[in-house]
């Protein structure tokens, strides 16, 4: 079944410990990327990925790190986490056409962050 | 830059009804595309439809229309026949292929809050 993984699903963690959050697809896309979802802000960018070893920020990257040493996998990893990076996350994947329907994202599950 | 706006933070609907979800956008790529996804309060994202800037019909899949009109750059989701099971959290988004140097970044809108009811 094409997917796109994420783990943890539900996060609860304390101000300044570090930690990561995976992101696996099984589907070859070149694209990977992530998202947080806040309310009445809609999703937002934090990061992407065209390809392995090929990163770039997104809107809203301060506070993240990603890195991309596989095709499938573009873990999300916050160094010092903060309460204002409370939030929805999702990693999504997408094969990197010249345009249309190929190029729809499909989303992980989410995961659930709650920074104390 | 582009932007998406969905201007209904939520409605409500009657069992069986068709509902039009408005979203309208603001971009100046001649090449685009836009997306509708579901979020039910399960939380995952469901891709619903796709329309090209470029396609001369209107996007269908089921009960998923999408009332394209280019000139007006609104892009309006309508579902036909509404089932309880569509209650949920609906995103409009866009992709600009120029502006994004190749990547695929979505722009989402805020989204709007369907309720379907008996």
């Given amino acids: 079944e094409a997917q796109v993984t994420q783990n943890p699903r539900y996060l609860i963690t304390v101000t300044g410990k570090k930690l990561t959050v995976t992101c696996s697809q099984n589907m070859n896309h070149e694209y990977m990327s992530w998202y947080r979802q806040d309310p009445g802000l809609g999703l937002r960018q934090i990061y992407y990925s065209m390809n392995v070893e090929v990163t770039d920020k997104g809107d809203v990257p301060e506070g993240y790190k990603v890195s991309r040493k596989e095709k499938r996998n573009f873990p999300l990893i916050l160094e010092s986490p903060s309460p204002n990076q409370t939030s929805l996350y999702f990693c999504a994947s997408s094969s990197y056409g010249e345009g249309g329907g190929t190029d729809t994202q499909y989303f992980g599950p989410g995961t659930r962050l709650t920074v104390l | ?118």
Avoid: H
Avoid at chain 2, 30 to 49: C, T
Avoid at chain 2, 70 to 97: E, H, P, T
């Fill in chain 2, 1 to 118: 830059a582009q932007k998406i706006t969905q201007t209904q933070p939520g409605m409500f609907v009657q069992e069986k009804e068709a509902v039009t979800l408005d979203c309208t956008y603001d971009t100046s790529d001649p090449s685009y595309g836009l997306f509708w996804y579901k979020q039910p309060s399960s939380g995952e994202m469901i891709f619903l439809i796709y329309q090209g800037s470029y396609d001369q019909q209107n996007a269908t899949e089921g009960r998923y229309s999408l009332n394209f009109q280019k000139a007006r750059k609104s892009a309006n989701l309508v579902i036909s026949a509404s089932q309880l099971g569509d209650s949920a959290m609906y995103f409009c988004a866009m992709r600009d292929w120029e502006l994004t140097g190749g990547g695929n970044k979505l722009t989402f809108g805020t989204g709007t809050q369907l309720k379907v009811e008996l």
